[in-house]
């Protein structure tokens, strides 16, 4: 189960840097943009939806999912075989639900976070007599980023501790 006979520090370790290179330089713009969105199906046998979810179903059959969310978490199973190894298909499993947005959204409103704007934002600035555009930091949406990479984190921290 151990592939390398690694404490659960260094699986710790090595399983952060892992995931930190899948899901950051080893993310293309098409998976980031997509991997939270359904997958467009068609009517779907139980679901009673025929397009992606309203706010009024977000969670039936969360594991339909657009293909983008499915080679993001192929990517991240594959790396983190390299120290897991077939430990890595439930962490690939977990990634997948936890980039759907559902836990993080639902910890969010647990805890009263910052919601994020969902939108862009602007503020006016008069820079040398000109009316300028800048967008203004959405906090919201970097509590979000951060809360779902600690998710992701104390997925690998749990299984280095059950592998080590």
């Not at 997509?34 to 969360?62: F, I």
């Not at 080679?71 to 977990?94: D, E, K, S, T, Y």
């Not at 939108?119 to 951060?146: A, C, H, L």
Request: hydrophobic share 55%; charged share 15%; net charge neutral.
């Amino acid at each position: 189960m151990n592939p390398h006979s690694l404490s659960a520090s260094d699986l710790l370790v090595w399983g952060i840097v892992l995931h930190l290179v899948a899901d950051w330089p080893f993310q293309s713009d098409w998976m980031a943009q997509n991997k939270m969105k359904r997958a467009n199906l068609g009517k779907v046998p139980g679901d009673g939806m025929t397009t992606a979810p309203s706010r009024m179903h977000p969670y039936s059959l969360w594991f339909i999912r657009h293909p983008a969310a499915y080679v993001h978490a192929g990517i991240h199973g594959l790396f983190l075989a390299i120290i897991f190894g077939w430990v890595a298909i439930p962490l690939a499993v977990l990634h997948l639900i936890i980039d759907t947005r559902v836990p993080v959204v639902w910890w969010g409103r647990l805890i009263h976070q910052v919601e994020p704007a969902n939108q862009t934002i602007f503020q006016r600035w008069n820079v040398s007599d000109e009316i300028k555009e800048i967008p203004v930091y959405d906090m919201g949406m970097e509590v979000r980023i951060w809360v779902d990479q600690v998710f992701h984190i104390i997925c690998i921290a749990v299984a280095a501790l059950l592998v080590a």
